[in-house]
């Protein structure tokens, strides 16, 4: 298997910087062999690529694309601690939605987190997972998903 760092350039993607967190806690932490990042919400060169609700404001596809962005700066946080080739395997993702009355389909929206990760790390990017419709999320996101990855 291409190694993840090889497979973002093949892929034509660039990680983000590190997010500055919006509170007191840092964007990833290590646990023996496991790194959780922080809940990262879209940020794109600093700011909130988009607010609102899903099934609102915005549509499934625009929130899918959130949660690839918010996933770009997860595995940003992982590279900036212990550096993306470290990881032997994504293990759990947690996404939050923010989500509009009716609106059922978090699972599609955090799709855009695991078919990322698939894309990255192969076999290696399958994980258990939870897709969690909430009524807000910090700063008005629309989406917000966290990490455990296992370190090699």
Known sequence: MTSPTARLRELGITLPSVATPAGSYIPAKRAGGLVFTAGQVPFVDGALAATGKVGAEITPEQAYDLARTCTL??????????????VASV???????ASAPGFTGQPGVVNGASELLADVFGEAGRHA??????AELPLGAPVEVELVVELA
């Open 73 to 86: 700066n997860a595995l940003a946080a992982v590279d900036g601690l212990v550096g993306l080739d470290a």
């Open 91 to 97: 293990v759990k993702v947690v996404g939050f939605v």
């Open 129 to 134: 997972r939870s897709a969690v419709g909430v």
